[in-house]
């Protein structure tokens, strides 16, 4: 799967590797070294693939009933088959911009790899090391994602006393959201989780977003170019976001 991921770079060279811009109306762009599902984060989206758009991570169907329980993660071997994901396919595509994501392994006698605390406090957070893979020169990439826009259902207010509004006067404006596409992990992924997102070769990220099956761009990307290193367990919180989190620890 993926639960977090990294997007270090600079606003210039974001600008420069995607082709597209963040709109002047929007807040400025910040590195995040600890995206996390629930968060507002910059994709491209088919619909403008010229821009950068904030979206939150957690798909929500159009259909859904309410706004919780996103969905994060979607699988490619059947993203055109679940209800959830299939409208979202065929033609709400996007690219998820990352220069990095995070995975959690775990040795196989439960200790962490360069973690020399006691074994009783490791196992009270689980005892799994997190390990951050990227680029060998930190280079950004995309990775495969589908967006949905929900909107609330209308109110019914009429004369009631207590909404005071118009008849079918909508409570909140529609939710835009994301997923990230997984797949079968390569051989350096292999070693710390059973899936990894799908990163588009930089050749393809424009087939995705446009082409009428773009399942072929859905593959493992080759582990050769790639690096997995492990990271401080202040990653596991969410709320952190700090530039450290990407610094390799001692093995």
Request: charged letters at 30%.
């Amino acid at each position: 799967m993926c639960g977090r991921y990294t997007l270090s770079v600079d606003r210039e060279e974001l600008e420069e590797r995607f082709d597209a811009r963040f709109p002047e109306s929007t807040a400025p762009f910040e590195p995040r070294y600890n995206a996390a599902p629930g968060q507002e984060l910059p994709v491209i989206t088919n619909e403008a693939p010229e821009e950068f758009h904030r979206l939150e991570w957690g798909l929500i169907p159009s259909w859904a009933d309410d706004d919780r329980g996103g969905l994060i993660n979607a699988r490619a071997e059947t993203v055109d088959e679940k209800p959830s994901f299939r409208a979202a396919y065929e033609s709400r595509r996007c690219l998820v911009p990352a220069d990095g994501f995070y995975e959690w392994a775990e040795t196989e006698d439960g200790e962490r790899i360069g973690d020399s605390r006691s074994s009783s406090d490791r196992r009270a957070d689980g005892g799994k090391q997190p390990y951050r893979v990227a680029f060998e020169d930190d280079s950004p990439f995309a990775m495969a994602g589908l967006w949905e826009r929900w909107e609330p259902e209308t109110t019914q207010s009429g004369l009631d006393a207590f909404g005071g509004g118009l008849e079918g006067e909508a409570d909140d404006g529609p939710l835009e959201t994301f997923t990230i596409v997984t797949t079968e992990p390569n051989d350096l992924v292999a070693e710390l989780h059973h899936r990894m997102a799908v990163i588009l070769e930089p050749g393809r990220e424009r087939e995705w977003l446009t082409a009428d099956d773009p399942r072929s761009c859905l593959k493992p990307y080759p582990g050769d170019d790639l690096r997995a290193y492990p990271v401080s367990t202040a990653v596991n919180d969410p709320s952190t976001d700090e530039p450290s989190l990407v610094e390799p620890i001692e093995s």
